[in-house]
């Protein structure tokens, strides 16, 4: 996951936190894994809308998105609002 926004959007700041152990047994996900937060800061996110910038993350996360990833909450900001 991490390579992947790397490449694609060259973040000045990517955290990536595993939420999976607090979705255990939840429907769609038995086991709980795939469950993440992402916060990720670039300058690809300049003049979009935030469903722009989630589309973004969407494009670059590609097939993960089907295969290990089943849940993604995401803050997506400017280098500017980050601050």
Do not use: N
Not at 29 to 35: A, D, E, K, P
Not at 56 to 66: D, M, N, Q, S
Request: charged residues 20%.
């Amino acid at each position: 996951m991490r390579a992947l926004l790397e490449v694609a959007l060259a973040p000045t700041r990517l955290e990536i936190t595993d939420d999976s152990h607090r979705h255990a047994g939840h429907a769609g996900s038995r086991t709980g894994q795939g469950h993440f937060t992402l916060t990720i800061v670039s300058p690809a996110f300049v003049g979009k809308p935030l469903p722009s910038r989630h589309r973004l993350v969407y494009a670059a996360l590609g097939e993960l998105l089907r295969t290990d990833i089943h849940a993604l909450s995401i803050h997506a900001k400017t280098p500017d609002e980050a601050g």
